[in-house]
């Protein structure tokens, strides 16, 4: 059994307010990525290759809108073919909304 987060796994903290924040490189590569929301909103993310720019849901569906749930532990795969580079993410919350989204990446089971 292989272990999903080593005991002292990068954690890269993002500060979210109701503007997208800077699209920032994720921690480490791994097949799998942990978000956990502080709260004290929900927030929304994209991740993926190059630059990205979170989004808040709407009428059309994307994939830069993923929710984090404030107080949640969310733990999400990355498909193998995003595994050549390292991966980018950004996070917004809806207006009046603000939270600190903890990132880790691991290998999974």
Same mark, same amino acid.
């Not at 799998?32 to 059309?60: D, K, W, Y």
């Given at each position: 059994?292989?272990?999903?987060?080593?005991?002292?796994?990068?954690?890269? $903290?993002?500060?979210?307010?109701?503007? #997208? !924040? @800077?699209? #920032?490189?994720?921690?480490? *590569?791994?097949?799998?990525?942990?978000?956990?929301?502080?709260? %004290?909103?929900? &927030?929304?993310?994209?991740?993926?290759?190059?630059? =990205?720019? #979170?989004?808040?849901?709407?009428?059309? $569906?994307?994939?830069? !809108?993923? $929710?984090?749930?404030? +107080?949640?532990?969310?733990?999400?795969?990355?498909?193998?073919?995003?595994? @050549?580079? %390292?991966?980018?993410?950004?996070?917004? &919350?809806?207006? +009046?909304?603000? &939270?600190? *989204?903890?990132? =880790? &990446? +691991?290998?999974?089971?």
């Amino acid at each position: 059994m292989i272990d999903i987060f080593p005991a002292r796994a990068l954690t890269l $903290p993002v500060t979210v307010t109701a503007t #997208a !924040s @800077t699209s #920032a490189a994720l921690p480490a *590569l791994g097949k799998i990525v942990r978000l956990v929301n502080e709260g %004290p909103s929900n &927030c929304f993310v994209a991740i993926g290759n190059g630059s =990205q720019t #979170a989004t808040l849901p709407n009428a059309t $569906p994307t994939g830069t !809108s993923t $929710p984090v749930l404030a +107080g949640s532990d969310l733990i999400l795969s990355i498909p193998d073919p995003l595994l @050549t580079t %390292p991966l980018s993410i950004s996070a917004i &919350c809806r207006a +009046g909304g603000t &939270c600190t *989204l903890d990132v =880790q &990446c +691991g290998e999974g089971l």
